[in-house]
Structure formats: structure tokens, C-alpha cells
């Protein structure tokens, strides 16, 4: 840009950011409660400060100013000026430069030094007192770039209905550095997710939908850093407009967003979408001891929910130090142009919202009316894209399953434990695994949700892998640092006789068995299945079952796994082709009522002996091999069958309604369906069987 101007002219309040256009750049921040803001401009060596102006306004809380003949590539920041009293939550310090909250690129590295502190870290008095040095040279910079427009090609969406989901839960980096294929100078990126290596394992598996831990930018929190580890899911946000570097081949920020773009763009062209986890329950600003870099700076008592009793102190409902106070307007304005810019300019089909009742949150608790929901079903881009809630958080009436509004779905831990529980023998009756793999009723049947809103799963990237959970009892993390304390303690888990990894054949088989069986359940039940990725081929992580800052062999995919069981893939793929050409088995709605007489579908439960089930089976716990049958209305003969035995030996299991063909069978994936007529199976040790009709096991050619 040519000399910069002696003063800012005010600019525009709306939107909020720093925008090129009309011959400068417009430049809008929110601060409810500072007394004024500067504007500091930087040489492109991050180092070396330009110039500072003080920013117009404020006009409805927003400081303002253009900056004419400025163009994009310029490296600036705020400095935000108030008063320093932590005791009414006003944490000003305008020695520490402010990334903008809508930067688009985030230049620098950061280190953790005390001067990104804006109190005296090691003073008997703590955060009462300011930290006078200036972080300046050694700040992060915000950077203005170009805007992109539309995502390329975001009128051919996918567009996949909840009813169709089957969802892949992936890290963008573990997913690809061990895949055979992959170029070198792509792995881990947001590239070789859209390699075709990469593409051909999610169409052979038959998944719809990507779900990718968080892809904006993250720091690593400072007992990380000390230690020499990273945090590697990325769950520490301070870059809510920005793709992680670190998840990127390429290496300037212009590129980086076309790369995503990019990646967007070619995996809808195979009929992939895209859902993102986003964390908006904190920030990396951490507690009172952390580091001041943006939110903190601006307003702190706006941006963070703070202890009524102590507004020094954080409400800390994310367990990270510090909690979004989305119920302020200007949060949940942020919140909501986040969403925007990743769905318009990224391309993304939904998201994942990270401990999700934070956004929630009101003075009086958890409420599902609160404003940022209303907003979000008001809104005419984000309406139509896919919204899954993690319904838990670490504050107070934390745990909401079943509580989110509209078309919300919702992770289902409740799934997870009573499935694990049956399959793996630790005494979960017929009944509750009944409950779950219909939906589960008991939480979702109100208020006009349907069954779609329980994400089926049993294993996710928080806990032990599918394989882990049938080969250790106990957590390994002794490599995160935390002498083995961090990670759920009391996972439902079992070893089968030897605990970890095993060369004993009959342990191995095994097992694969109950995967598979487990697999196979999250991909029949009523709901929206959600597998983690790696489960497909029997990946572990050694037993770690919280390896978010395991940026190794650990945290990656274990690709060679499937060498050592090759079927589990192939049942999947079998698993979602049935899903799609049987409507029954991804039937979005509640199933008829016992007796009812009219053309709603319904189901029903027959003991081993084709009996249909009575009260006195449901409480038997000397049995756990039964049958469910699925008709299309009263007067229809049932159309699918699917007979569950956890039990270590095989069992004779007589079918009502027969006769009926064996269309899979998770002992022999590989086995075609049988045309052969039987009215009584042999079912196999720790197995599922999937039958149906004549006419469903011929078109059955996955």
C-alpha cells in the first residue's frame, strides 16, 4: 500500500471485521465496555509497527474506522483501553495487542511467554494486578485478505436427508499419514482428504457424511507445550474464522482456505458432505491465569460467563477454564457469522457443536427456548444444514440428551454404554438394548422428535477405540502426562481373558466377533449411525482412551489393522448398502404401538424359542438371544429379521413367519445372501444375523 494516512475516517459498524473494498479497508470491533480501541498496523515481518490509530466510536458498542488506500495482506491488531479490576470482570491492558475475533488469517507463532499475560502471573497477588509489558512485537497478528465469495460449486450440495446419514467421525491429520496412497507432501491435510485414495475408502465403506474433529485454528494449552506434546484434536479454539494451519499442505493463509475450499468441493462431487466440530463453549484464553490475546482484552464481562459471587473468577462449564457467554446478543452474533462463513465461503453441511448446552445457557440453567437456538432455526442459511449436538458439559445440570430443540441430533452415550453392555456380557438386559436400538424412545419421543435425533455409536475419538473396548479393562494414558488421570475411568470395556493385545487365536477371533456384532447394531438401529474412523479395520491406541495430544503412531490411523482382519470393512459396506435399499431399516419415524391395526410400520420382539416376547423374557437374565421382526403396517408380513446372540456359544433359534433367507451374517461377511428357504437358524457365538424376504435377498448385490 502506498504512505499510510495520518488519521482513520470513520468507518462503517457493520459487519464486524476488517474488509477491503470502496478504495481502503473498513475495520468494526465489539467492546461494550471499553473506553477506546487502536487500530496497529504491522510491516509484513510481524515485528515491526507502522502506525496506530484510535478507532471511531463507539456506536451501539462497535468501534469503527476505514483506512483508505489500505489493501489486503495488511498485519494489524487492537489495543483495547479501560479499566484493569478484575473484581467487576474488566480485565483492559492495553500493553497486549488483540487478534480480532473475524480476522480471516492469523500470522506469527505463538509462544508461551508471561508478557501474553495480562496480570502478574507469578505475584503473591495473582491476576490483581496488570502486567505492564507490551507483547507487541511478539503477538500474534491478524491479517486481512481477500474475500473468496461463495463457496466454488455450493449450488451441488449433497444434500443427504437425516434418515440417510451414516456418519464418519475422522481427525483431518490421523485419518491420512499412514494411508498407503497418499502422497507424502499431502498427508495429514485437508488435501488428502480429497486424494483419491482417500475417497475410494469412504465410497467402499458407503458413509455419507464426514464428521471432522475441529479444522480452525487452535493452540496448545501450556502444560501441553511444557511437556513437549501438542493439542492435537484441536478442542482449544482462538481462530473461529480460520482453517488450522497445521491441517494444511499448503502454506499461506490464501491458500490454506482454497485448500479447504477445495477439499469441500471435490468430496461433494462424490456425494460426501462435510460436517465440522466447532467449539464454541471456550476459548484458548483459558482461566484467570491465561493468557490475554483477544476475547479477554476486548470485553472480558461480555465475551465469558464470570462467578456472580467473584467476577474475577470464570464459570468454568467446559472444563477448559473459561465458558461462552453465547447468551450475550454480540456472542451469539459472532456464533451465528461463524456458522455462516463456514456453510457460504468454506462449503461445510453442518456441525458438530461441542458440549453443546453451553449454548444454552441462561442465568436460570439449560434452556432449550433459549435465544441462540431460536436464532439458528430462524436462520435462512444454517436451517438448512445439519446441527448434531454433544449434550453434555461440565457445569451444573450439564447432561441434556434429548432436551435440544428441533432438528437437532444428538449424540447418544446412553447407546454406546447399554449396546457395549450386551454385547459384551456386563449384565444389560434385553430390554434395555431394545430401547436403544429403537431409537430410545424414553428420551427422544417428545415434542415431535423423531428417531433420527440419537446418533448411534460405540466408540467416538473420546474413549477407546472399538478395538480398545474389547481389549482392555483399564486405560493406558500414561504418555499424556497426567500420571494416568485424565480419561474416563469407568468405561464399559471388556478384555476377553487377556488384557491388550493378544496372540492368542481364539481371543483374536473372538474378539473381531463382538466388533463386528457391535458394528453391525450401530448400522441396523433406529437412529443415525455414526462410526469412528479406524473401527472399519480394528485400529487401538494401545489402550489410550484420551489421546488429544497424541500427534504420533498413537493418535494416528493404523492402516495395517486391516491386514489383520479384512472382513469388519467389508461388513460395513454391506451394512450401509442393505440400510440404503431397504427403507425399513432407516425408517425415520416411531414405529407403531403393540395392537396397533393401521399401515404404520411396526416391530416385534420373538424369544429364541419364535415366541413373541412377554413381560417375564424382558426380566429373564438367564437369556440374551432374541429376534426382531419389522413389518410395513398391520397387515403386511414382516420384512426383516435380525436375530442378536451375545453369547459365548451358538444357539438354535426357530423363526416366526418364515420362511426367510440369510442375507448376512457378521461371523462371514464375506459369505453372498442365501436364496435357500429356513424357518431355524444355528446363529454363531457373539454374532448378529440379518434376514429377509425372497425378493430383498436378490436384490441384495452390494
Not at 477491503?20 to 496497529?40: D, K, P, T
Not at 501450556?222 to 497445521?246: M, Q, S, T
Not at 440428551?401 to 454404554?417: A, Y
Not at 473372538?510 to 479395520?537: K, N, S, Y
Request: aromatic residues 10%.
Amino acid at each position: 500500500m502506498n504512505a499510510l494516512p495520518e488519521q482513520l475516517e470513520p468507518g462503517r459498524d457493520a459487519p464486524l471485521g476488517a474488509h477491503a473494498g470502496n478504495g481502503g479497508i473498513n475495520f468494526a470491533v465489539f467492546s461494550q465496555r471499553a473506553q477506546a480501541v487502536e487500530l496497529c498496523l504491522y510491516a509484513n515481518d510481524g515485528a515491526t509497527e507502522l502506525k496506530r490509530y484510535r478507532l471511531h466510536g463507539p456506536d451501539d458498542g462497535i468501534f469503527h474506522g476505514f483506512l483508505e488506500g489500505a489493501t489486503p495482506g495488511l498485519h494489524y491488531g487492537y489495543r483495547a483501553h479501560g479499566d484493569y479490576r478484575p473484581e467487576n470482570g474488566r480485565r483492559f491492558n492495553a500493553n497486549k495487542l488483540l487478534l480480532d475475533p473475524y480476522t480471516r488469517a492469523i500470522e506469527g507463532h505463538f509462544d508461551w511467554q508471561d508478557e501474553h499475560h495480562g496480570c502478574l502471573r507469578d505475584h503473591p497477588e495473582g491476576d490483581r494486578l496488570v502486567d505492564a509489558c507490551d507483547n507487541g512485537t511478539s503477538a500474534l497478528k491478524s491479517r486481512v485478505l481477500v474475500d473468496p465469495g461463495l463457496a466454488p460449486g455450493s449450488g451441488n450440495r449433497p444434500r443427504h436427508a437425516a434418515a440417510d446419514l451414516v456418519l464418519y467421525e475422522l481427525h483431518v491429520k490421523g485419518f491420512s499419514m499412514q494411508l498407503l496412497g497418499i502422497p507424502e507432501e499431502l498427508r495429514g491435510s485437508f488435501a488428502a482428504l480429497a486424494h483419491p485414495a482417500a475417497i475410494a475408502h469412504f465410497k467402499k465403506l458407503g458413509v455419507t457424511t464426514l464428521s471432522l474433529l475441529p479444522v480452525q485454528y487452535a493452540l496448545s494449552e501450556r502444560h501441553l507445550a511444557e511437556k513437549g506434546l501438542v493439542n492435537y484434536w484441536g478442542y482449544n479454539p482462538i481462530g473461529f474464522f480460520c482453517p488450522d494451519p497445521r491441517l494444511c499442505a499448503a502454506k499461506t493463509p490464501e491458500m490454506q482456505r482454497e485448500e479447504f475450499r477445495q477439499m469441500v468441493q471435490t468430496l461433494h462431487a462424490h456425494g460426501l458432505e462435510v460436517v465440522i466440530d466447532v467449539v464454541f463453549n471456550h476459548t484458548a484464553e483459558g482461566g484467570a491465569d491465561g493468557p490475554t490475546l483477544s476475547f479477554r482484552g476486548l470485553d472480558n464481562a461480555s465475551w465469558y460467563i464470570l462467578s456472580p459471587d467473584d467476577r474475577s473468577r470464570y464459570e468454568n462449564h467446559s472444563g477448559c477454564g473459561n465458558t461462552l457467554r453465547v447468551v450475550h446478543p454480540r456472542v451469539a452474533q459472532f456464533v451465528m457469522d461463524v456458522l455462516r462463513y463456514w456453510v457460504e465461503v468454506m462449503g461445510v453441511d453442518g456441525f458438530r457443536f461441542d458440549l453443546a448446552p453451553v449454548l444454552g445457557r441462561t442465568r436460570q440453567g439449560f434452556d432449550a427456548s433459549a435465544p441462540f437456538f431460536t436464532a439458528l432455526r430462524q436462520d435462512p442459511v444454517l436451517a438448512g444444514v445439519h446441527w448434531i449436538a454433544e449434550p453434555w458439559d461440565t457445569g451444573p445440570g450439564g447432561y441434556q440428551l434429548g432436551r435440544f430443540p428441533g432438528k437437532f441430533l444428538e449424540w447418544n452415550d446412553r447407546f454406546r454404554d447399554a449396546v457395549r453392555g450386551y454385547w459384551l456380557g456386563t449384565g444389560v438386559s434385553r430390554g434395555e438394548f431394545a430401547r436403544r436400538v429403537t431409537g430410545s424412545s424414553d428420551v427422544f419421543h417428545h415434542g415431535g422428535r423423531q428417531p433420527v435425533a440419537s446418533v448411534n455409536f460405540v466408540a467416538a475419538h473420546d474413549g477407546f477405540t472399538l478395538n480398545d473396548a474389547v481389549s482392555y479393562t483399564q486405560k493406558r494414558n500414561h504418555a499424556n502426562g497426567e500420571n494416568n488421570r485424565d480419561g474416563h475411568a469407568n468405561e464399559v470395556s471388556a478384555n476377553f481373558s487377556a488384557e491388550g493385545d493378544s496372540a492368542d487365536t481364539a481371543i483374536h477371533e473372538t474378539r473381531i466377533r463382538v466388533r463386528r456384532a457391535l458394528l453391525a447394531t450401530v448400522m441396523v438401529a433406529q437412529g443415525t449411525p455414526m462410526l469412528c474412523a479406524g473401527d472399519e479395520f480394528g485400529n487401538s491406541q494401545s489402550g489410550n482412551n484420551n489421546a488429544y495430544c497424541q500427534d504420533n503412531p498413537t493418535g494416528w490411523l493404523d492402516w495395517s489393522a486391516g491386514d489383520r482382519d479384512p472382513g469388519t470393512a467389508l461388513l460395513v459396506s454391506k451394512l450401509a448398502a442393505l440400510r440404503r435399499i431397504n427403507p425399513l431399516l432407516r425408517y425415520p419415524r416411531w414405529f407403531a404401538d403393540e395392537g396397533d391395526t393401521g399401515s404404520t410400520p411396526q416391530l416385534h420382539w420373538y424369544s429364541a424359542a419364535g415366541e413373541r416376547m412377554q413381560l417375564h423374557d424382558w426380566h429373564d437374565r438367564s437369556d440374551s438371544v432374541f429376534a426382531c421382526q419389522v413389518q410395513d403396517g398391520a397387515e403386511a408380513v414382516p420384512d426383516s429379521c435380525v436375530v442378536f446372540n451375545p453369547q459365548d456359544v451358538e444357539r438354535s433359534v426357530r423363526l416366526a413367519h418364515g420362511p426367510w433367507r440369510i442375507v448376512l451374517d457378521t461371523t462371514t461377511p464375506e459369505a453372498p445372501a442365501s436364496h435357500e428357504p429356513i424357518y431355524h437358524v444355528t446363529v454363531p457365538a457373539h454374532s448378529l444375523l440379518i434376514l429377509a424376504r425372497a425378493q430383498i435377498a436378490q436384490e441384495f448385490h452390494p
